[in-house]
């Protein structure tokens, strides 16, 4: 039903079912939320669309590559250098253990959900496991975003002692999340 609304170019029609859909918990299954991710970031409604994918993982309705590629087309809009969803989705593809981590970051903090941002965050740093750059990227723009710039030159000074060499999404993303 979304998705016909949507092809029809109704997208008010389609986004109040779809809001109903959340209120009433209709929304379970990976398809579901993909349509309503989906919906939402045609219609420009980024925040709902990443509010939509927090309340997915909280219910740990697994992603699909379908989400994934809905994902990138939020990240893009909402201002995510091109490079910079590369990097994410070769870290996620990877099988990396912060892949999914740092999209989530990067996907909270980029529709200015920053209390979610920094709990991925603070999760992946509690864990003491050994990351790459696109890790480092993540959280940088993690914390800036959020104001937290301190700690984000501090991930940088750690980044450099751990001799991880920036590459060109390092200094994207260092610099449009501060």
């Not at 349509?35 to 420009?44: E, K, M, Q, T, Y």
């Not at 603070?122 to 301190?150: K, M, T």
Request: proline residues 2%; charged residues 20%; hydrophobic residues 45%.
């Amino acid at each position: 039903m979304l998705s016909l609304y949507k092809k029809n170019g109704r997208l008010n029609e389609a986004t109040e079912i779809a809001k109903e859909m959340l209120e009433s918990g209709f929304l379970t299954n990976v398809l579901s939320f993909n349509s309503v991710i989906s919906l939402f970031i045609a219609d420009g409604r980024l925040r709902e669309a990443a509010e939509v994918f927090h309340q997915m993982l909280k219910l740990k309705a697994s992603p699909n590559e379908n989400t994934y590629k809905t994902l990138g087309i939020l990240l893009k809009r909402g201002g995510i250098p091109r490079e910079a969803v590369e990097q994410l989705d070769v870290a996620r593809k990877s099988g990396l253990p912060h892949g999914i981590q740092a999209l989530r970051m990067t996907i909270f903090s980029a529709v200015g959900m920053h209390a979610e941002a920094l709990e991925a965050c603070d999760e992946l740093r509690a864990s003491g496991l050994d990351f790459d750059v696109s890790y480092y990227n993540a959280v940088i723009y993690a914390l800036g975003s959020a104001g937290r710039i301190n700690e984000a030159y501090k991930m940088v000074m750690i980044m450099h002692a751990k001799g991880l060499e920036p590459d060109i999404s390092y200094f994207i993303w260092a610099f449009s999340g501060i």
